[in-house]
């Protein structure tokens, strides 16, 4: 369930190729221009667009992952809305509803579960 992920121009799939995990925007706009010339101001990109997320570090703060365009770590296409869901600590069992975009940002809006968790314990216990 939730396996979803955008459908991605062939421009958008060049784009993932040409980056490497950890690096985003920015490092494809200074070794391959061309791929991103609609941005008409790079320096007011924030470093989370096009982020190829890394296998060895915890991943960003999903704030509006579909707008962010993050990487998956080794093929060229955009989180699923199930491996956005695990980023953010729901059990795969979870049902997201809605259209694709209403789901992203289902996951996007959420507090991961196991911070509320702990947030929760932390307020109980000094109670």
């Given amino acids: 369930m939730n396996n979803l992920v955008s459908k991605s ?10 980056i490497n995990q950890g690096q985003n925007l920015i490092t494809l706009f200074k070794k391959n221009q061309h791929l991103v010339k609609n941005y008409r101001n ?21 704030n509006n992952y ?7 770590p080794i093929q060229h296409r955009g989180l699923s809305v199930r491996e956005a ?3 953010q ?5 979870y049902i997201f509803w809605g259209s694709l975009g209403y789901q992203q940002q289902q996951v996007a809006n959420a507090v991961p579960q196991l911070l509320a968790n702990k947030i ?6 000094n109670m």
Avoid at 9 to 18: A, G, H, P, Q, W
Avoid at 44 to 62: A, D, E, F, G, Q
Avoid at 66 to 72: P, T
Wanted: charged share 25%; hydrophobic share 40%; glycine share 0%.
């Fill in 66 to 72: 579909r707008k962010n365009m993050l990487v998956h």
């Fill in 89 to 93: 600590s729901f059990p795969d069992d």
């Fill in 9 to 18: 121009t062939d421009l958008v799939i060049e784009r993932y190729k040409n």
């Fill in 120 to 125: 929760a314990k932390i307020i109980r216990n």
């Fill in 42 to 62: 790079i320096k007011n990109c924030h470093n989370w667009i096009y982020l190829r997320l890394p296998w060895n570090k915890s991943s960003v703060t999903l």
């Fill in 85 to 87: 869901a695990r980023l």
